[in-house]
């Protein structure tokens, strides 16, 4: 039986909230049904698409596995982490403890990594057994098993993402980008001082923000 493994995560640039790794496992002759289903990288469809996607995707799924990397298990990589031992280095481990647990013939992963061969030789290597790894740019567009794991790590990231605003206010998408998600940031900061624990503070946008904030804070004192 020849078993296809997509691997992709979710959140990966987000300044707030965890980053989500999914791993799924398909028989082969499921290909064409997920084809039917219009599975397609998450970022395609809507938030509806994507959880009515994901229910099936795990339906007919021999397997799949999601992995939660918490803000701070992020900050202790980036910030002391040596150099081709950071984020990269992190997401590699991961998808290959994912990889080894589902145990595929074969395995498509989206690279992380500006080199997509060596991020997947990173895979290979930390391997307990021999599984052959496809590691491209865009991997969730080009092959539909990985656009099946980015569904599952984007719905479970969203839902996450919905709790952190129960509990703390609408901040937007979490992205950088998003000016919604900058003034959530300036608004923490002009009361308080620490960094929350959904906050990734290795972040350069967050420290950023956080000087401005108290630069400008000490300039009124004065």
Same mark, same amino acid.
Do not use: C
């Given at each position: 039986?020849?078993?296809?493994?997509? +691997?992709?995560?979710?959140?990966?640039?987000? +300044?707030?909230?965890?980053?989500?790794?999914?791993?799924?496992?398909?028989?082969?002759?499921?290909?064409?049904?997920?084809?039917?289903?219009?599975?397609?990288?998450?970022?395609? =469809?809507?938030?509806?698409?994507?959880?009515? %996607? @994901?229910?099936?995707?795990?339906?007919?799924? %021999?397997?799949?596995?999601? +992995?939660?990397?918490?803000?701070? #298990?992020?900050?202790?990589?980036?910030?002391?982490?040596?150099?081709?031992?950071? %984020?990269?280095?992190?997401?590699?481990?991961?998808?290959?403890?994912?990889?080894?647990?589902?145990?595929?013939?074969?395995?498509?992963?989206?690279?992380?990594?500006?080199? /997509?061969?060596?991020?997947?030789?990173?895979?290979?290597?930390?391997?307990?057994?021999?599984?052959?790894?496809?590691?491209?740019?865009?991997? @969730?567009?080009?092959?539909?098993?990985?656009?099946? /794991?980015?569904?599952?790590?984007?719905?479970?990231?969203? !839902?996450?993402?919905?709790?952190?605003?129960?509990?703390?206010? @609408?901040?937007?998408?979490?992205?950088?980008? @998003?000016?919604?998600?900058?003034?959530?940031?300036? #608004?923490?900061?002009?009361?308080?001082?620490?960094?929350?624990?959904? =906050?990734?503070?290795?972040?350069?946008?967050? !420290?950023? +923000?956080?000087?401005?904030?108290?630069?400008?804070?000490? !300039?009124?004192?004065?």
């Amino acid at each position: 039986m020849f078993l296809i493994a997509g +691997v992709d995560d979710a959140g990966r640039g987000s +300044v707030i909230g965890p980053l989500i790794i999914a791993g799924v496992l398909f028989n082969q002759e499921k290909m064409e049904e997920l084809k039917e289903l219009k599975v397609k990288d998450s970022k395609l =469809l809507t938030p509806t698409q994507r959880e009515n %996607l @994901d229910e099936k995707i795990r339906s007919l799924a %021999l397997k799949f596995k999601i +992995v939660e990397v918490s803000p701070n #298990e992020v900050d202790k990589v980036v910030f002391e982490g040596k150099k081709m031992f950071k %984020l990269n280095w992190l997401e590699a481990k991961i998808m290959a403890k994912i990889i080894e647990e589902l145990n595929p013939t074969i395995a498509y992963v989206d690279a992380s990594d500006i080199d /997509a061969k060596r991020f997947g030789k990173q895979i290979e290597n930390m391997l307990s057994k021999k599984i052959k790894i496809i590691s491209e740019h865009k991997a @969730d567009r080009k092959y539909i098993v990985v656009g099946a /794991a980015s569904i599952l790590a984007k719905v479970y990231r969203d !839902k996450t993402i919905s709790k952190l605003k129960e509990a703390y206010g @609408d901040f937007g998408s979490g992205y950088a980008h @998003d000016p919604k998600t900058l003034n959530f940031l300036k #608004e923490w900061f002009k009361t308080r001082k620490d960094y929350p624990q959904f =906050l990734r503070k290795s972040w350069k946008t967050v !420290k950023k +923000v956080r000087f401005e904030v108290l630069s400008e804070q000490k !300039k009124l004192e004065f």
